[in-house]
């Protein structure tokens, strides 16, 4: 094909991160000139109280600051989730912070939550709420904690990026699961969550425009009690929706690539079909648990048309993807819209 032609000769050549930036940047473009058009079926369902053209969407990470989501759903993408973003504007960890590994059709990444921070990306979003566009567009908001935050004021620093960014979104992402910020992941056991979630959902719950769905999104590092404990704490606060699974701290004996350059690629989240067999597993278990009282967003590792429908069969309502997007190119959307389509 002639994306995987050019991404071998060209992009695989470049740092990870500045091909990122030259392909965000041209999605952003040809979205700002409406020059972007992969038609994707529509098969409307609702989710969350929210409609969905189609069940497949994009995983936050790509368009952290909101900057490229019309051209995004150009490409054939139902939703997009943005960020993730933070109370503060923080740079991120010191390059280099996204690695690929080829063989794989893996990326280890250690972005550390590099945004614009919570006031400026609600500015944006506020902006882009106005157009034509805007306001058509779904669009989820992940956010997560500011590094310099200590983890005692984590729940003042989620509620305050919550009660700038949720009156712009159509439903609200709580991230305690990205490997990247030291200590984030802490805050998945119950006991820190639990007032995390408390603290997000009495904003949501006061909206002027109405209560905004919410959701929190677990690693697929959990032992098994720990999913359920999730889950049960997800019931209880009455939320929305879970999202599984983020990138994982793992590196599986199955991958492909020579060890040294695993090592070589360093700390941080690894994504990818690799990610697809834990997610999946995480994904049934939460259904399992969960009954019909919680959508389930199932994410991680999903890259071919067969992933998108496995994940719905194991009680996903939604799925999203962002690794494959890097491998797949830009026609690569709309062919998993598709299936999403077929599965619903």
């Known amino acids: 094909m002639v994306y995987d032609a050019?991404?071998?000769?060209?992009f695989a050549r470049m740092d990870p991160?500045?091909?990122?930036?030259?392909?965000?940047?041209?999605?952003?473009?040809?979205?700002?000139?409406?020059?972007?058009?992969?038609?994707?079926p529509r098969a409307p369902r609702t989710v969350m109280g929210v409609e969905f053209p189609h069940a497949f969407g994009l995983a936050a990470g790509f368009d952290k600051n909101a900057k490229a989501v019309p051209g995004l759903l150009g490409l054939g993408f139902g939703h997009v989730e943005i960020g993730t973003v933070t109370a503060q504007p923080q740079p991120g960890n010191p390059r280099p912070r996204l690695m690929r590994l080829v063989d794989d059709?893996?990326?280890?990444?250690?972005?550390?939550?590099?945004?614009?921070?919570?006031?400026?990306?609600?500015?944006?979003?506020?902006?882009?709420?106005?157009t034509r566009a805007g306001r058509n567009a779904v669009i989820g908001v992940n956010i997560?904690?500011?590094?310099?935050?200590?983890?005692?004021d984590a729940v003042a620093d989620y509620a305050e990026s919550a009660r700038l960014l949720a009156p712009f979104a159509d439903y609200l992402v709580v991230n305690v699961s990205?490997?990247?910020?030291?200590?984030?992941?802490?805050?998945?056991?119950?006991?820190?969550?639990?007032?995390?979630?408390?603290?997000?959902?009495?904003?949501?719950?006061?909206?002027?425009?109405?209560?905004?769905?919410?959701?929190?999104?677990?690693?697929?590092?959990?032992?098994?009690?720990d999913v359920d404990a999730v889950a049960d704490l997800a019931l209880e606060l009455r939320l929305d929706a879970i999202s599984a699974t983020n990138t994982t701290i793992a590196r599986p004996e199955s991958l492909r690539t020579d060890r040294a350059t695993?090592?070589?690629?360093?700390?941080?989240?690894?994504?990818?079909?690799?990610?697809?067999?834990?997610?999946?597993?995480?994904?049934?278990?939460?259904?399992?648990?969960v009954g019909d009282r919680a959508a389930l967003i199932g994410v991680g590792g999903v890259t071919t048309p067969q992933d998108v429908r496995?994940?719905?069969?194991?009680?996903?309502?939604?799925?999203?993807?962002?690794?494959?997007f890097i491998y797949g190119g830009p026609a690569w959307p709309a062919r998993l819209a598709r299936a999403a389509a077929e599965g619903r």
């Open 6 to 10: 050019l991404f071998r000769t060209v």
């Open 17 to 40: 991160e500045v091909a990122h930036e030259q392909a965000f940047a041209a999605i952003r473009a040809g979205g700002r000139a409406g020059r972007i058009a992969f038609p994707a």
């Open 105 to 130: 059709q893996a990326v280890v990444n250690r972005m550390g939550f590099n945004n614009d921070g919570a006031a400026v990306v609600a500015s944006r979003l506020h902006r882009l709420r106005r």
């Open 144 to 152: 997560g904690k500011t590094k310099v935050v200590e983890p005692d």
């Open 178 to 225: 990205s490997p990247n910020t030291p200590g984030l992941r802490d805050l998945q056991a119950v006991e820190q969550l639990g007032p995390i979630l408390a603290a997000v959902r009495e904003v949501t719950e006061s909206v002027p425009g109405g209560r905004v769905p919410l959701a929190v999104k677990i690693a697929p590092d959990l032992a098994d009690g």
């Open 262 to 289: 695993v090592e070589a690629a360093g700390a941080g989240g690894l994504s990818g079909p690799v990610l697809a067999g834990r997610a999946t597993e995480v994904l049934s278990r939460l259904r399992d648990r």
């Open 310 to 324: 496995d994940r719905m069969a194991a009680g996903a309502d939604l799925v999203q993807a962002y690794t494959g």
